[in-house]
């Protein structure tokens, strides 16, 4: 890559103040183009797909650079704790494995099982759910700063969970209620080289938004469990490091040792992979057995026989990971399915409103379940009723 950090242009306009000069943009544009090739290459470019979302991350990375040089550094191919890839010595991959039956999860939050058991109660009731959901003062806390935030525009304020889950719709905020209930199981990774919990749950969210999008664009009758599918499809992969963290480390180093990709690499490592122990959890959890499918089945989708939306949240997974929305800021883009396309009936550029749509809700959505960042207030929140 060139080096220069100088105009090379006579003719040109002197940039304005802070902005790159010509060389850095071209030296910018350059180091977009092989971050991309990095990202995709595991991916078939010659699919139209593939090729749009290469496009429009090559675009999203020259952005970024062009915005923050520095960024490069955390965009670069990586290596696990600064070892060297491929490893010297090998890691041993003959160590004692558990069996994925001996993973055990944490216990889900009650309030998150009564609430999905309420959203396939075909009786249940507005007021019903508000009385979950307002027996958990932290998950009504969160509710009721969500539906004041800028992620819904409600004239006049909301001031009571009831009113939220009138205003913002049952189905909507069960979803809503299910995340934050989730997103406080897992807080810490015990090995950020390997898995970040923002990034973690920045991916979740990114593929529940896409998933509800792209359900909503093909006609799926249930873009709501979809969403819940996307938050939840990555969850072994979590528990995979919290519980088994050198494996996980060999299984990354062998991924990118051989150039296949991280869940190939763990099931030579473990003998599963993250999808098959996530479906697993799903199963312990006692949630809804398409639920369940769709974490299992998101590496591969042509397996799902039943109609899960595996297919779906597989499409949703690889737009995440081409976007840089991985469980780490370096991750690779997975092979896409390319009968799991061809049944969405999307053409590549419908593409890019369920990209917009994931962009404009992401942050604050991701901050909100969290708790982290305070949410902007909503510009369009006035003085409560009294
Ligand atoms: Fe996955
Ligand atoms: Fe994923």
Redesign the pocket.
């Known amino acids: 890559m060139t080096q220069s950090k100088t105009a090379s242009d006579p003719g040109s306009q002197p940039p304005p103040a802070g902005a790159p000069g010509l060389a850095e943009q071209a030296e910018q544009a350059e180091q977009a183009v092989a971050l991309a090739k990095v990202r995709f290459r595991l991916a078939d470019q010659a699919h139209p797909a593939i090729a749009f979302l290469y496009e429009a991350a090559r675009s999203r990375l020259e952005d970024t650079l062009s915005r923050a040089p520095q960024a490069i550094e955390n965009l670069a191919p990586p290596t696990p704790q600064g070892k060297p890839v491929p490893p010297d010595p090998a890691p041993d991959f003959s160590a004692p494995r558990r069996p994925v039956k001996d993973i055990n999860p944490p216990p889900l939050p009650q309030v998150f099982i009564a609430l999905q058991r309420a959203s396939e109660d075909a009786s249940v009731s507005l007021k019903n759910v508000a009385d979950i959901i307002s027996h958990d003062p932290g998950l009504s806390a969160f509710l009721l700063r969500l539906a004041n935030s800028a992620f819904y525009s409600f004239p006049g304020g909301v001031d009571s969970v009831f009113q939220a889950v009138r205003l913002i719709g049952m189905r909507e905020i069960i979803n809503m209620a299910a995340a934050k209930a989730v997103s406080g199981l897992f807080k810490e990774s015990p090995r950020k080289d390997l898995l970040e919990v923002e990034h973690y749950w920045r991916h979740s969210v990114a593929c529940a938004l896409m998933a509800r999008s792209l359900a909503v664009r093909v006609g799926r009758a249930d873009p709501d469990r979809l969403f819940v599918a996307g938050l939840l499809?990555?969850v072994g992969?979590i528990l995979l490091v919290i519980s088994e963290p050198d494996m996980c480390e060999a299984a990354f180093i062998l991924a990118r040792q051989d150039g296949i990709s991280l869940?190939q690499a763990e099931k030579r490592v473990l003998g599963f992979d993250?999808?098959e122990l996530g479906g697993g959890v799903l199963d312990r959890w006692v949630l809804p057995k398409k639920l369940t499918e769709t974490a299992r089945l998101?590496?591969a989708p042509a397996l799902d026989t039943e109609g899960a939306g595996a297919d779906l949240i597989h499409v949703a997974?690889v737009i995440a990971l081409s976007l840089g929305l991985g469980t780490r800021p370096d991750c690779l883009v997975p092979p896409l399915d390319p009968g799991a396309w061809d049944g969405l009936g999307l053409a590549p550029e419908d593409l890019g409103p369920i990209i917009a749509d994931c962009d404009e809700k992401l942050d604050s959505l991701r901050d909100m379940l969290l708790g982290g960042e305070k949410p902007k207030p909503a510009v369009n929140v006035r003085q409560r009723p009294r």
């Open positions: 499809h990555d992969k869940y993250h999808a998101h590496h997974d």
